[in-house]
């Protein structure tokens, strides 16, 4: 799979033989995006691409993913090219006629595909209709539902996450919720009990979980682990700060400080507990952590 950057939208030159486009911002790439593109995929005549953006079009609370998430999955998918769009200030101030007129027919695509509400251009104008009236072959998919028959949305699986119902957030995701990010120093409180931490600082802005204590995997340098979250606010520290994420990665020995880290969230085990004494935190820390381990057996 190829991977194009575009950071200049109105001098793209592109020559691919024959290709299809799949169009979406794709924020998660959850199951109704994976068998949009899958789709695609099996019924494009030649290759098939997606075309999708660095930064969604219009303000957004939270993402369910970053670029490089969102390539590993189209890569998994069997995708030919991923062409990625700087959505800069300039982009977002496109029109829906100059979208289709200066972007997309520079790729000279012989079909598209996308979701019913697909919208772009500036203030999201444009829509399905406005493709059809440009291109030829133009093909909308139906929405995938959910077992309770609603329409899998991006949106859905944010407000799942945010009530800490991350068990249901990764069936319509299809995997486990992800963060990315590095490990920085944090206030080191945890080695003082014998559960040193590893705090993460997110690479773009993700949608966090419901504050509380989370079984998890962490990946670092290619390894697995399993771990125990806690995704909370300092009690010490006035309110409405942003929440801090920190990681108990068990079996792992070494210096984590400034390794990448993905940690995938699996199921909520309880709220953010103040205890009154060290002893009943390190009790609940052991009983949690037995948790963990049991539920990966």
Known sequence: MKVYRIDDYLNINIDIKNLSLVLGYFDGVHVGHVQLISFAKYNAPGPLGVLTFDKPLKSIEGNLSMVEDRIDIFKRIGVDYVFIINCDDNFKELSYIDFCEKVLKRFNPIRLYCGPDFKFGYEAKGNVNDLKARFNNVEVINFVN???????????????????????????????????????????????????TANLKPFVGYVMPK????????????????????????????????????????????????????????????????????????????????EAIEFFR
């Open 146 to 196: 959910d077992y309770n028959h609603h329409k899998i949305s991006s949106s859905d699986i944010k407000n799942l996450i945010k009530e800490g119902e991350v068990e249901e957030a990764s069936k319509l995701l299809g995997r486990p919720y992800s963060i990315t990010g590095t490990i920085f120093h944090g206030n080191s409180i945890g080695n003082t009990i014998g559960f040193p």
């Open 211 to 290: 504050i509380g204590v989370y079984i998890t995997r962490s990946v670092i340098d290619g390894v697995r682990y399993t771990s125990i979250t806690n995704v909370g606010n300092n009690p010490t520290i006035a309110d409405k700060l942003p929440v801090t994420i920190e990681t108990y990665v068990l079996d792992f020995n070494g210096d984590l400080y400034g390794k990448e880290m993905k940690l995938y969230f699996y199921k909520r085990l309880r709220d953010e507990i103040k205890f009154d004494s060290k002893d009943a935190l390190i009790e609940e820390l052991n009983k949690n952590t037995l």
